[in-house]
Nanobody, 127 residues
Protein backbone atom coordinates (compact mmCIF):
# COMPACT_ATOMS: atom_id res chain seq x y z
CA UNK A 1 0.00 0.00 0.00
CA UNK A 2 1.35 3.41 -0.99
CA UNK A 3 1.65 6.00 1.76
CA UNK A 4 3.04 9.52 1.88
CA UNK A 5 3.89 10.95 5.30
CA UNK A 6 4.73 14.65 5.70
CA UNK A 7 6.69 16.13 8.58
CA UNK A 8 8.63 19.25 9.43
CA UNK A 9 5.86 21.78 9.79
CA UNK A 10 5.69 24.18 12.71
CA UNK A 11 5.53 27.80 13.76
CA UNK A 12 8.14 30.30 12.67
CA UNK A 13 8.53 34.05 12.52
CA UNK A 14 8.50 35.92 9.23
CA UNK A 15 11.86 35.68 7.51
CA UNK A 16 12.57 32.28 8.99
CA UNK A 17 13.01 28.89 7.35
CA UNK A 18 11.52 25.42 7.54
CA UNK A 19 12.19 22.19 5.69
CA UNK A 20 9.28 19.88 5.03
CA UNK A 21 9.78 16.18 4.35
CA UNK A 22 7.54 13.67 2.64
CA UNK A 23 8.50 10.05 3.16
CA UNK A 24 7.16 7.55 0.67
CA UNK A 25 6.30 4.02 1.60
CA UNK A 26 5.29 1.25 -0.77
CA UNK A 27 6.73 2.56 -4.06
CA UNK A 28 9.79 4.14 -5.63
CA UNK A 29 9.80 7.91 -5.92
CA UNK A 30 11.85 8.22 -9.04
CA UNK A 31 9.10 6.70 -11.21
CA UNK A 32 6.59 9.35 -10.17
CA UNK A 33 6.03 13.06 -10.55
CA UNK A 34 5.93 14.73 -7.16
CA UNK A 35 4.56 17.97 -5.87
CA UNK A 36 3.99 20.14 -2.83
CA UNK A 37 0.64 21.80 -2.29
CA UNK A 38 -0.86 24.06 0.33
CA UNK A 39 -4.28 25.11 1.49
CA UNK A 40 -5.00 28.07 3.71
CA UNK A 41 -8.32 28.39 5.56
CA UNK A 42 -11.06 29.52 3.21
CA UNK A 43 -8.88 29.15 0.12
CA UNK A 44 -8.46 26.57 -2.60
CA UNK A 45 -5.68 24.06 -2.51
CA UNK A 46 -2.84 25.19 -4.75
CA UNK A 47 0.19 23.50 -6.16
CA UNK A 48 3.37 25.41 -5.38
CA UNK A 49 6.27 23.17 -6.39
CA UNK A 50 6.68 20.18 -8.68
CA UNK A 51 9.51 17.75 -9.35
CA UNK A 52 9.42 15.45 -12.36
CA UNK A 53 11.07 12.06 -12.63
CA UNK A 54 13.71 13.61 -14.93
CA UNK A 55 14.65 16.13 -12.23
CA UNK A 56 13.00 19.19 -13.75
CA UNK A 57 11.21 21.57 -11.39
CA UNK A 58 8.36 24.05 -11.56
CA UNK A 59 7.27 26.64 -8.99
CA UNK A 60 4.36 28.94 -8.40
CA UNK A 61 5.29 32.60 -8.73
CA UNK A 62 4.38 33.15 -5.07
CA UNK A 63 7.24 30.89 -3.88
CA UNK A 64 9.76 31.13 -6.72
CA UNK A 65 13.19 32.06 -5.40
CA UNK A 66 12.24 31.25 -1.80
CA UNK A 67 11.23 27.57 -1.88
CA UNK A 68 13.19 24.62 -3.28
CA UNK A 69 11.82 21.16 -4.02
CA UNK A 70 14.21 18.21 -4.00
CA UNK A 71 14.29 14.51 -3.30
CA UNK A 72 16.61 11.88 -1.92
CA UNK A 73 15.97 8.70 -3.89
CA UNK A 74 17.97 6.58 -1.47
CA UNK A 75 15.66 7.65 1.34
CA UNK A 76 12.53 7.78 -0.85
CA UNK A 77 11.91 11.23 0.60
CA UNK A 78 10.75 14.48 -0.98
CA UNK A 79 11.72 17.81 0.56
CA UNK A 80 10.55 21.40 0.44
CA UNK A 81 13.07 23.91 1.73
CA UNK A 82 11.22 27.11 2.59
CA UNK A 83 13.22 30.28 3.17
CA UNK A 84 12.22 33.90 3.74
CA UNK A 85 8.83 32.78 4.99
CA UNK A 86 5.96 35.25 5.00
CA UNK A 87 2.70 35.29 6.99
CA UNK A 88 0.85 34.54 3.74
CA UNK A 89 2.69 31.21 3.55
CA UNK A 90 0.63 30.03 6.53
CA UNK A 91 -1.28 26.93 5.40
CA UNK A 92 -1.57 23.18 5.61
CA UNK A 93 1.08 21.72 3.34
CA UNK A 94 0.64 18.45 1.48
CA UNK A 95 2.77 16.32 -0.78
CA UNK A 96 1.36 14.27 -3.63
CA UNK A 97 2.56 11.80 -6.23
CA UNK A 98 1.24 10.93 -9.65
CA UNK A 99 2.41 8.55 -12.35
CA UNK A 100 1.16 10.69 -15.25
CA UNK A 101 0.49 14.29 -14.20
CA UNK A 102 3.70 16.29 -14.04
CA UNK A 103 5.35 19.67 -14.11
CA UNK A 104 3.25 22.78 -14.73
CA UNK A 105 0.05 20.74 -14.42
CA UNK A 106 0.80 20.42 -10.71
CA UNK A 107 1.11 24.20 -10.23
CA UNK A 108 -1.80 26.48 -9.41
CA UNK A 109 -5.35 25.83 -8.29
CA UNK A 110 -6.69 24.00 -11.37
CA UNK A 111 -5.51 20.61 -10.13
CA UNK A 112 -6.46 17.25 -11.63
CA UNK A 113 -7.11 14.21 -9.49
CA UNK A 114 -3.76 12.85 -8.33
CA UNK A 115 -2.85 9.33 -7.37
CA UNK A 116 -1.56 9.72 -3.83
CA UNK A 117 -1.71 12.38 -1.11
CA UNK A 118 -0.15 12.76 2.29
CA UNK A 119 -2.08 13.79 5.38
CA UNK A 120 -0.57 17.28 5.58
CA UNK A 121 1.62 19.26 7.94
CA UNK A 122 0.76 22.70 9.31
CA UNK A 123 3.01 25.70 8.70
CA UNK A 124 2.30 28.91 10.61
CA UNK A 125 4.29 32.08 9.97
CA UNK A 126 3.85 34.98 12.37
CA UNK A 127 4.67 38.60 11.62
Amino acid sequence: QVQLVESGGGSVQAGGSLRLSCAGVGYTYNYYCMGWFRQAPGKEREGIAALDSDGSTNYADSVKGRFTISQDNAKNTLYLQMNSLKPEDTAMYYCAADFRVCGPSLIGTMLPALDYWGQGTQVTVSS
